[in-house]
């Protein structure tokens, strides 16, 4: 089971890029990395999702780097709605059973 | 547009009455998953239908049973509530068990047992 680590809380600013690291020091071949962020009375939402190098979409961008023991959500410009947990999950199991434990998430508080 | 329903949102009931918790999708996925979640906790897989397959996590006490009569629709039944059992309960599908298979998450049921 490929256990994630992050950092319990951040805080940041509005209009600032937030960047979240996520360690995963024994993610096994066949996994991929993908972050959920959670809004406090909600279900989680997914961000975003990637394997190796850099993955970017309309809300985030990640990093893997080519050992692909970390990786780092960056959110740009942050604004006040940002505020929420964000988790990092690496799949565990095979190719066609494949479930995700959540780790402990990094709250992101952003303020004005 | 909502795609995974779950009711009721709030829910209360009382140390020892029998508790069911609905959930429904639109999305014609074959799992669905069942999460706890306490209050500033991430939250914890309790099982998960695969189509009609039902695998249960080792660590998830016997109190908690669920039933999935078709696609659709997903039940979390807890026999006995105790006061340990008030928590968030998130319902979750995705269309397959890959690695690249996202989960689409309710908005959850809030259960508070007196």
């Known amino acids: 089971l490929a256990k994630t680590t992050q950092p319990i809380s951040m805080d940041s600013y509005e209009g600032q890029e937030v960047n979240i690291t996520c360690s995963h020091n024994?993610?096994?071949?066949?996994?991929?990395i993908t972050w959920y962020q959670q809004f406090p009375s909600q279900g989680p939402r997914f961000i975003i999702q990637?394997?190796?190098t850099k993955v970017t979409n309309e809300v985030a961008s990640l990093f893997i780097p080519a050992d692909r023991k970390s990786s780092t959500l960056s959110l740009p410009r942050v604004s006040l709605s940002d505020t929420a947990v964000y988790y990092c999950?690496?799949?565990?199991?095979?190719?066609?059973?494949?479930?995700?434990?959540f780790g402990s998430g990094t709250k992101l508080n952003v303020k004005p | 547009d909502a795609m995974v329903i779950q009711n009721p949102r709030y829910q209360v009931t009382q140390f020892g009455k029998p508790v069911t918790l609905s959930c429904s999708q639109t999305?014609?996925?074959?799992?669905m998953y069942w999460y706890q979640q306490k209050s500033s906790q991430a939250p914890k897989l309790l099982f998960h239908?695969?189509?009609?397959?039902?695998?249960n996590e080792a660590d998830t006490p016997d109190n908690f049973q669920s039933r999935r009569p078709n696609t659709s629709f997903c039940f979390l039944d807890i026999r006995s509530p105790g006061l340990g059992d008030a928590a968030m309960y998130l319902c979750?599908?995705?269309?397959?068990?890959?690695?690249?298979?996202?989960?689409?998450f309710g908005p959850g049921t809030r259960l508070t047992v007196l």
């Open positions: 979750a599908t995705s269309r397959d068990m890959g690695a690249t298979d996202t989960q689409y």
């Open positions: 024994n993610i096994a071949t066949n996994d991929y």
């Open positions: 990637g394997y190796k």
């Open positions: 999950l690496v799949g565990s199991g095979t190719d066609n059973f494949n479930k995700f434990y």
């Open positions: 999305l014609n996925h074959n799992v």
């Open positions: 239908y695969y189509d009609k397959d039902f695998n």
